[in-house]
């Protein structure tokens, strides 16, 4: 019987997917995901990727999210790509392969800005689901705050965070310690977000670098 209902819950799942409109579209389009209409609709709102902006994708693989930044950027910029999956070549990216928690990664992904800091960081990152909803808020927590010990160290004064999260119980008290961080916050619920999913975008504007203790 518990094998007949995963079954049936991934043929279900099966169906939905190919029934997706965002799906089809970046198929017809030739995107690698569909998780790039999310980032389409937020930079259009929001004017958050700019010709001359330094962008670093955490969690990039496999690429929708900078395949449509890349094309945004001037021809002589370029993205930071992270992820400890491997990521098919872009151009006008740079891949680095490793997790971003990673002294080395950091140290990689910093050089490869030519000033070491950059303009936006961009984040579709979400743990690794165990379907116990009080173990896996509490690791999307723990991801968005090494998220933000990583824009301490790598994000420039005044620039802007784009990172997914997940409403839950304990949600206004992270968006209190992510709104002590920037001068502005705003809460997002693109289009292309499945109406059933928990998941919101948090774009952070004007950041405000953190001395050495690390964020709180």
Known sequence: ????????????????????????????????????????????KYNLIRPDSRIIDL???????????????SARNRITCVDRLPMPPLEKTLFIQGDFTDPETRRQARDSSPNGWFDLVLSDMAPNITGIRPADQANAEELQYAILEFCRIAL???????TKYFEGENAHVFRKRFQGHFDQIRVIKPDASRPESREVYLLGGGFKPMDSGGIH
């Open 59 to 73: 969690g990039s693989s496999p690429g929708g999210w900078s395949q449509y930044a890349s094309s945004r950027i």
């Open 1 to 44: 019987m518990p094998g007949r209902r995963r079954n049936r819950k991934s043929r279900n799942w099966a169906d939905r997917h190919l029934g997706d409109q965002y799906v089809r579209k970046a198929q017809q389009s030739g995107y690698r995901a569909r998780s790039v209409y999310k980032l389409i609709d937020i930079d259009r």
């Open 156 to 162: 420039r004064p005044g620039g802007r965070l784009l």
